[in-house]
């Protein structure tokens, strides 16, 4: 069983930049990890994603250039900064996590593992 747990969200001023941090327990080994947003009233929706070592890398277009997904593979932790966040970023993010993926792995329904989520708000 894989655990997940998020820290770092908060509430930041446009421009500004904010660090995610998802801890993970359990077997993880060659597993691929995916950050997702919501907003009430909408699907969830793929931020970034990665396979353990970063051989596979996805931005999701309205992050590209802003938001680096990476591992830290000694702490089992995965991260997601946040540059130069804009007031649509505002929503509740969730880390994920799947050992075999299919279709897309910026496609929530490819993964088996998620955390609580974390709020993040980007005041204009």
């Known amino acids: 069983q894989v655990q997940l747990v998020e820290s770092g969200g908060g509430s930041v001023q446009a421009g500004g930049s904010l660090r995610l941090s998802c801890a993970a327990s359990?077997?993880?080994?060659?597993?691929?990890w995916g950050w997702f947003r919501q907003t009430p009233g909408k699907e969830r929706e793929g931020v970034a994603a990665?396979?353990?070592?970063?051989?596979?890398?996805y931005y999701a277009d309205f992050v590209k250039g802003r938001f680096t997904i990476s591992q830290d593979g000694a702490k089992r932790t995965l991260y997601l900064q946040m540059n130069n966040l804009k007031s649509e970023d505002t929503a509740m993010y969730y880390c994920?996590?799947?050992?075999?993926?299919?279709?897309?792995?910026?496609?929530?329904?490819?993964?088996?593992?998620w955390g609580q989520g974390i709020q993040v708000t980007v005041s204009s």
């Open positions: 990665m396979s353990t070592r970063g051989g596979e890398l």
């Open positions: 359990g077997r993880t080994s060659s597993y691929r």
């Open positions: 994920a996590a799947v050992k075999t993926a299919f279709g897309t792995l910026l496609d929530a329904m490819a993964y088996k593992y």
